[in-house]
């Protein structure tokens, strides 16, 4: 199975290109919220790279949320775009999915910068969801990790937090939800609570 994988969901512009055997190219870019601008010369380099094109892919895989409202729609409308003119399927996958991949922890809990001291979380065991994606405080956070979850993050959050290498477990859920793959038009966001300018109105 061949994919291309994308998140644009944070900070860092995460690509991995698969070519089918052992090797998986990853971009990392901390593109200071640039998707946009960014976005498709990563994806150019990492095919480029791989030495595969577009249509070599089985499918393409986009992170679908929670994160910035911004690049997750950048990335979906992106993939959304090559899987409608290769005629290929999509795959959806969370930004707690990518945590819990590239975390060897039994018991972790994956957590996502939500501003204002609040986060997005996950708790897993293993690569299992075991407490389903919510908006969260820090005391609920620390109630999570008082029952014996580790916290893991693509950044460091406070103290106690490990950070996950969010590339390499963006191409390890890309392939081992490879099956889940389907067409491009059930890609939609994640979103565990209204945008700053939707809070706003």
Excluded: W
Excluded at 76 to 91: D, F, N, Y
Excluded at 100 to 112: E, F, G, I, M, T
Excluded at 133 to 148: K, N, Q, T
Excluded at 149 to 176: C, H, I, M
Aim: charged share 20%; hydrophobic share 45%; aromatic share 8%.
């Amino acid at each position: 199975m061949k994919f291309l994988a994308v998140d644009t969901s944070g900070k860092q512009l995460n690509t991995a290109v698969f070519d089918g055997s052992s090797e998986t190219v990853f971009r990392r870019e901390d593109c200071a919220m640039k998707h946009s601008v960014l976005l498709m010369g990563e994806i150019g380099a990492a095919f480029s790279q791989a030495k595969i094109a577009p249509k070599d892919c089985d499918y393409f895989a986009c992170v679908v949320g929670p994160g910035s409202f911004t690049g997750i729609r950048i990335g979906i409308a992106t993939v959304k775009g090559l899987c409608l003119a290769l005629e290929k399927p999509a795959l959806a996958l969370t930004s707690f999915d990518c945590l819990a991949y590239a975390d060897k922890s039994a018991k972790k809990l994956c957590l996502v910068d939500a501003g204002h001291g609040n986060y997005y979380a996950c708790a897993y065991c293993g690569t299992e969801i075991s407490v389903p994606p919510a908006f969260v405080s820090r005391a609920d956070a620390d109630a999570l990790i008082a029952e014996g979850y580790t916290p893991v993050a693509g950044e460091p959050l406070f103290e106690g937090v490990r950070t996950a290498d969010v590339a390499a477990g963006l191409s390890a859920a890309a392939l081992a939800k490879a099956g889940e793959a389907r067409g491009a038009h059930m890609l939609e966001a994640l979103y565990l609570r209204k945008s700053s300018a939707e809070e706003r109105s």
